[in-house]
């Protein structure tokens, strides 16, 4: 097989766009870094101490978009009646995500489970609805479907 020859000027070309990458990437991780600094210093300046409260809101910061949200698993007894299928737990029916689904109160979660009652396999269904507060507490209650 014959040799690859690579020319002296394609070569240093070469080498000059992978230096030219490498401190692309080099100065947008360092501006990332800089801003993340800046943030967490803005932070410390408003009084925040870790593992004492929460951090306030500062631009940049890892969490300036972050809202507290509630997660519920939802079951029914019995089942529902969906397509042919029992369903006794929400997430019989969509991906698991880290909960059965996403939203941003309990109220929310009771809404739609309550409205899926209207595939109820019995006259008599109860919607169980064990919730994680976003404030830290727990809420496990019952509401019967309507």
Known sequence: MAAS???????ARTKSIGLLQTAYVGLLLAALAGL???A?????????RPF????????????MFAIRMDRCAVRWDPPLAIEGQRVARWRDRVWPIEFDSVYNDVRSYETVSTAACAYRSA?????????FLGDGGVDEHS????
């Open 5 to 11: 020859v690579v020319s002296a000027p394609m070569l």
């Open 36 to 38: 993340q600094v800046r």
């Open 40 to 48: 967490e210093i803005g932070q410390i300046a408003a009084g925040f």
């Open 52 to 63: 004492v409260h929460p951090p306030s809101r500062v631009p940049y910061s890892w969490d």
């Open 123 to 131: 006259p008599a269904t109860e919607v169980t609805l064990q919730c």
């Open 143 to 146: 509401v019967d479907c309507p």
